[in-house]
């Protein structure tokens, strides 16, 4: 058999795995796979910081499903790269990351641009491989892709030594995995799922918490046709928005800190809680001792057993792959015609949510779009309008982030991409850029923040390199927004170091090469964004919003409902 | 807080004692007391053994995140079982002629060896559980200790045990 180097064996292992695209950044130790990538029909996009690589990876990964592969040097490479796979990491982003590593004679020599790679990304990866043999390289390849995206998904590290890279060996890819210690669970244990659909047959007001994790599974139809089929209301995540149609009475919108006080109100009166994917994250439940009071049961579906108990002890666990567990749930409800007589209770249930809803809307329908100033409300109607509200959303992390989701109507799931567990400010524009490779058809619009945006703005140069079609929404307000709203609320109104300058986005665009516009008015709104949504490319909207415009309601950080604060 | 005895087989492979020791410490998890070694019978894998202490969710959870880690192949919970635990300790004593009968007579109640002798002090290894190792140490300190080494707990599940455990707690109850 002919020898290939392991340089050479890496790119043929990401062949056969079937990578379309890396996302990376060539340095010393990695020149021996970049000169291999060069022969390769593989796409390749040159980033301008290796966090952006890391973000462009994890957009690809939301939207395709499959995992987003990441090149980068030793040293500073590889460190510029820790914040993306943490953030993987927290938001279960299946990733593989190979990065270059000094020579295996030079490791632990303090070398030029050497640094422990494995030692640092140990606790934010779900494993990750030094690599000290040619021979191990294909397996090592195949195991991490596997790992990557079997299970719960998340990132995977492969750390190359250039020597590695350079020494020979005869190519095989292995055609399936021997992992003693991986094996994920991926069919629910049939007695439990039966138990579950007895506490909902024996609940009056059932409510389902939906998490990213029925997106990872692919489950968005099984979850629909469960809520629909009972009538039973889904209240979602951060990350699990869009796994319910929003237009569907069903569909109660995102809870915890920013949910709407009737999202919230449902979770406080259910009876028995389903969570379906979801973690129990504390911007969820705010106090722990206050979250879902009178829920007899909590039912609760994760293919990660250890979300389940680590923060809400639950009565119902059940450990599978969402989409498998649903179907059997499904299966079981059906085999249940007595649950068919619950549906009349639970239609009054949903229709009293409905009530709170009305009570206290998110935002008052009033004159926003009459007033002289933007309102982001009216940005987010125009966005919709526009795109007929079919499009990919990557945010930033603040304000921005929780009016969009709070207000933008997700139709589909994968449409949302945004930094839930980590709340990286700078990933929105790469993984909207990784999101346009994924799917190059669909409209991907960037909504980010004046503070977020120049946190990765470089990224703009990589956009106009590969002629990538995003449109970013700047809502521009001179502060760190959110953090301005928690020193006016929780600090007397002391806004230590939170207000910003900012550079002309618009020169800044055309610098770059990409079009630029600026709104300052209402007026303007309608008009501008449909001309920067023509317009063909990369485009930078700069939308000026007052400072003093607040994400209402909220929940105080630690605290529960009753403390909810209302604009 | 309990303590509580785990065992751990893991690959045998470099890194995966920092991956253990790792999960403890981003976790606030404690360990008191740690044992590593390759499987006498399969070069291929490792048992680590250790004590940590903590309620019943926090060892779940170490339970759990123990099992998520790829490297980890098996995890043993000795909560539920009777064990056979032992530990080693070599202890260094002063003696004089007044305090060298004294000892040897400790020595041999606790079935222990003299390991090397010299002119003022005498090395004695014990083994045992915890308890015995307590005892003895608590026996010899009057004595003097001039030096202490002592290893982690190792353990095993009883080869009957389910069986005489369930028995033994119905008795008990």
């Known amino acids: 058999m002919k020898k290939l180097t392991g340089a050479q064996i890496v790119i043929e292992s990401l062949i056969a795995e079937g990578v379309d695209v890396i996302f990376g950044y060539p340095g010393?130790?990695?020149?021996?796979?970049?000169?291999?990538?060069?022969?390769?029909?593989?796409?390749?996009?040159?980033?301008?910081?290796?966090?952006?690589?890391?973000?462009?990876?994890?957009?690809?990964?939301?939207?395709?499903?499959?995992?987003?592969?990441?090149?980068?040097?030793?040293?500073?490479?590889?460190?510029?790269?820790?914040?993306?796979?943490?953030?993987?990491?927290?938001?279960?982003?299946?990733?593989v990351v190979i990065s270059g590593q000094v020579g295996t004679s030079l490791i632990g020599n303090d070398a030029f641009q050497e640094v422990d790679f494995v030692g640092i990304t140990r606790p934010c990866t779900k494993h990750n491989y030094l690599v000290k043999d040619v021979r191990d390289v294909a397996r090592i390849v195949k195991e991490a892709f596997y790992i990557a995206g079997t299970g719960r998904p998340g990132p995977v590290v492969i750390d190359m030594p250039k020597d590695v890279q350079q020494a020979e060996h005869p190519f095989s890819y292995p055609n399936k995995v021997d992992l003693r210690g991986f094996k994920p669970t991926i069919r629910g244990n049939p007695r439990q799922i039966e138990r579950a659909v007895e506490a909902i047959e024996q609940s009056e007001k059932p409510l389902l918490y939906v998490g990213g994790g029925v997106q990872w599974s692919g489950a968005a139809a099984e979850l629909t046709a469960l809520a629909r089929g009972l009538g039973i209301p889904v209240t979602e995540t951060l990350m699990g928005l869009?796994?319910?149609?929003?237009?569907?009475?069903?569909?109660?919108?995102?809870?915890?800190?920013?949910?709407?006080?009737?999202?919230?109100?449902?979770?406080?009166?259910?009876?028995?809680?389903?969570?379906?994917?979801?973690?129990?994250?504390?911007?969820?439940?705010?106090?722990?001792?206050?979250?879902?009071?009178?829920?007899?049961?909590?039912?609760?579906?994760?293919?990660?057993?250890?979300?389940?108990?680590?923060?809400?002890?639950?009565?119902?666990?059940?450990?599978?792959?969402?989409?498998?567990?649903?179907?059997?749930?499904?299966?079981?409800?059906?085999?249940?015609?007595?649950?068919?007589?619950?549906?009349?209770?639970?239609?009054?249930?949903?229709?009293?949510?409905l009530e709170w809803k009305r009570e206290r809307p998110l935002y008052e329908n009033g004159n926003h779009k009459e007033r002289d100033s933007v309102s982001p409300l009216h940005v987010i109607e125009e966005m919709h309008r526009l795109t007929k509200g079919d499009c990919i959303i990557a945010t930033d992390v603040g304000q921005h982030q929780m009016w969009i989701a709070q207000l933008f109507p997700f139709e589909r799931p994968r449409s949302l991409l945004t930094s839930g567990g980590l709340g990286t400010m700078g990933y929105g524009l790469p993984a909207g850029i990784g999101a346009k490779f994924a799917a190059p058809d669909r409209k991907v619009i960037v909504v980010t923040g004046d503070g977020s945006i120049q946190m990765n703005i470089q990224e703009l140069g990589t956009a106009?390199?590969?002629?990538?079609?995003?449109?970013?929404?700047?809502?521009?307000?001179?502060?760190?927004?959110?953090?301005?709203?928690?020193?006016?609320?929780?600090?007397?109104?002391?806004?230590?170091?939170?207000?910003?300058?900012?550079?002309?986005?618009?020169?800044?665009?055309?610098?770059?090469?990409?079009?630029?516009?600026?709104?300052?008015?209402?007026?303007?709104?309608?008009?501008?964004?449909?001309?920067?949504?023509?317009?063909?490319?990369?485009?930078?909207?700069?939308?000026?919003?007052?400072?003093?415009?607040?994400v209402m309601p909220m929940i105080p950080p630690g605290g529960s409902m009753s403390e909810m604060l209302f604009a | 807080m309990p303590s509580h005895t785990i065992s751990v087989l893991v690959e045998n492979e470099f890194g995966v004692l920092s991956r253990v020791a790792g999960l403890f410490s981003s976790r606030g998890f404690n360990i008191e007391s740690l044992t590593v070694n390759e499987d006498p019978q399969d070069p291929t894998v490792s048992r680590i053994v250790l004590v940590t202490s903590g309620d019943d969710q926090i060892l779940e959870q170490i339970n759990k995140q123990l099992n998520k880690l790829v490297s980890v192949i098996k995890v043993t919970d000795f909560k539920e079982v009777d064990t056979v635990d032992r530990e080693l300790v070599m202890v260094k004593i002063a003696v004089d002629e007044r305090t060298r009968t004294e000892l040897d007579s400790i020595v041999h109640a606790f079935r222990a060896h003299v390991v090397d002798i010299g002119p003022r002090s005498v090395t004695v290894e014990v083994t045992g559980d915890t308890g015995k190792i307590k005892a003895f140490i608590a026996l010899v300190r009057p004595l003097g200790i001039k030096e202490m080494v002592r290893t982690g707990k190792i353990a095993m599940a009883r080869s009957v045990q389910l069986e005489s455990n369930h028995n033994h707690r119905h008795v008990r109850e």
């Open chain 1, 464 to 550: 106009v390199q590969y002629g990538v079609d995003v449109k970013v929404v700047i809502l521009n307000n001179y502060f760190l927004g959110m953090v301005r709203q928690w020193q006016e609320r929780f600090y007397q109104e002391r806004y230590s170091y939170s207000a910003m300058s900012v550079p002309n986005f618009v020169k800044l665009a055309d610098a770059y090469g990409a079009k630029g516009f600026r709104i300052e008015k209402s007026k303007e709104l309608a008009a501008t964004m449909k001309e920067a949504f023509a317009t063909p490319g990369p485009v930078l909207i700069d939308i000026v919003i007052p400072k003093e415009e607040a």
């Open chain 1, 242 to 353: 869009g796994s319910v149609p929003a237009s569907d009475s069903l569909c109660l919108g995102m809870l915890g800190m920013h949910g709407s006080y009737g999202t919230n109100t449902a979770v406080c009166n259910t009876d028995c809680l389903i969570a379906v994917g979801a973690r129990f994250d504390d911007r969820v439940t705010g106090r722990i001792a206050d979250f879902a009071p009178n829920a007899r049961s909590i039912i609760h579906v994760d293919i990660d057993p250890s979300s389940i108990s680590k923060n809400v002890k639950v009565d119902v666990p059940i450990v599978g792959d969402i989409k498998a567990v649903l179907t059997d749930m499904l299966d079981a409800v059906r085999a249940r015609e007595s649950i068919g007589k619950r549906k009349a209770v639970w239609a009054k249930w949903h229709q009293q949510i």
């Open chain 1, 28 to 95: 010393g130790a990695i020149l021996p796979t970049y000169d291999a990538l060069l022969d390769s029909k593989i796409r390749h996009v040159l980033v301008r910081h290796e966090q952006g690589a890391t973000h462009m990876a994890e957009g690809y990964a939301r939207v395709s499903g499959r995992p987003g592969v990441v090149i980068v040097t030793s040293g500073p490479g590889a460190t510029n790269a820790v914040t993306g796979i943490a953030d993987a990491y927290m938001d279960s982003t299946p990733m």
